[in-house]
């Protein structure tokens, strides 16, 4: 099994570029998340989806849209890229759509915007 | 808001000795778990305990959760250098379903 598949690693944009970190998971798990992490900050949750089709939003969902239209694959899109949004991002995913369950994160997406 | 807080924000102990680090949060949780995460890359499941757990053990690691205080502690017994990484907690609270929240971590630095 892969686990989390994250794509890119490594990307830079310009501000006001679009684009799409990609998400996959080969675990059959129903709920997946991303997340954010700044220096001294530790992860802050954007958007995360407990199914196919149901996505909700998380402490920092500004700036950024999700869909869930399979069970593995969980996109996350910024829609016009700020340098505020120059960060790692990491998704997650998990077998229980609650949250007792350990969450399997991929290695992470490293943005920056310039 | 972050609902974990870590303490201390760094560790620094020599191979073989034990490193503890703890978690403060703020509102009632389910579910209180520990992550690693080495230097870029991602974070790494070690433990979870449930609100109705007071301890909890899984090899060199030992879990305890004092929902009174709102704190649980994470102790690394005979430290060793694989071990350094930075250490965070996540909670799941009772009125946020679905919603799992970080704390900053502990960087912990195990010197031989």
């Given amino acids: 099994n892969a686990g989390v598949t994250q794509t890119p690693k490594f990307q ?49 969902p500004n700036g950024y849209n999700v869909s869930r239209s399979t069970t593995e694959d969980f996109p996350l899109r910024l829609l016009s890229a700020a340098p505020s949004q120059t960060s ?26 310039l | 808001s972050q609902q974990g807080e870590e303490d201390p924000q760094a560790l620094s102990i020599q191979e073989g000795e034990n490193a ?25 499941h070690l433990i979870l305990i449930r609100s109705n757990e007071r301890e909890k053990h899984s090899g060199r ?3 305890t959760l004092d929902t009174s205080k709102k704190s649980s502690s994470l102790l690394i017994t005979a430290s060793r250098a694989a071990d350094t990484a930075s250490y965070f907690c996540a909670t799941d609270g009772t009125g946020t379903a679905s919603k799992l929240t970080f704390g900053t971590g502990t960087r912990l630095q195990v010197t031989l």
Avoid at chain 1, 23 to 41: F, I, K, V
């Fill in chain 2, 61 to 63: 690691l030992r879990v």
């Fill in chain 2, 20 to 44: 503890t680090m703890n978690c403060s949060y703020k509102t009632s949780i389910n579910n209180l778990q520990w992550y690693r995460q080495n230097s870029g890359r991602g974070l790494v």
């Fill in chain 1, 88 to 113: 790692v991002y990491f998704c997650a995913s998990s077998y229980d759509r609650g949250l007792g369950q350990p969450q399997h994160f991929g290695d992470g997406t490293r943005l920056s915007i």
């Fill in chain 1, 12 to 60: 830079v944009l310009k501000t006001g570029q679009s684009m799409t970190l990609q998400c996959a998971q080969d675990m059959n798990h129903e709920y997946m998340s991303w997340y954010r992490q700044d220096p001294g900050m530790g992860l802050r949750l954007i958007h995360y989806s407990v199914g196919a089709g149901i996505t909700d939003q998380g402490e920092v």
